[in-house]
Nanobody, 117 residues
Framework: QVHLVESGGGLVQPGGSLRVSCTAS????????MGWYRQAPGKQRDLVAT???????TYANSVKGRFTISRDNAKNTVYLQMNSLKPEDTAVYYC???????????WGQGTQVTVSS
């Protein structure tokens, strides 16, 4: 059994910063790519950023230069540092992980990020 648990969401003013975290636990041999997605009300779930086990990152164009994804392999944890937040960044943020020895992609339960004055 594997679980991904996000934390760190909340309410922040436009222009502010927030960091969300996601920790994987359970029967884990290793983790390939970890990523963050987000889903705003009435919209589809979209990719925000990914990071491989070696640290290669990708970002959605809408967050480049504002968001930074990182990970701590020893802690099976991925982070998303969000700066210069905009109201359009408001969404539920989900993390995922592709695990060694598994064809299934695991997802967290999501954490709400609200950017509003």
């Amino acid at each position: 059994q594997v679980h991904l648990v996000e934390s760190g969401g909340g309410l922040v003013q436009p222009g502010g910063s927030l960091r969300v975290s996601c920790t994987a636990s359970g029967s884990i041999l290793g983790i390939y790519t970890m990523g963050w997605y987000r889903q705003a009300p009435g919209k589809q779930r979209d990719l925000v950023a990914t990071i491989t086990s070696s640290g290669t990152t990708t970002y959605a164009n809408s967050v480049k230069g504002r968001f930074t994804i990182s990970r701590d392999n020893a802690k099976n944890t991925v982070y998303l540092q969000m700066n210069s937040l905009k109201p359009e960044d408001t969404a539920v943020y989900y993390c995922n992980a592709d695990l060694v020895g598994s064809s299934r992609r695991y997802w967290g339960q999501g954490t709400q990020v609200t950017v509003s004055s």
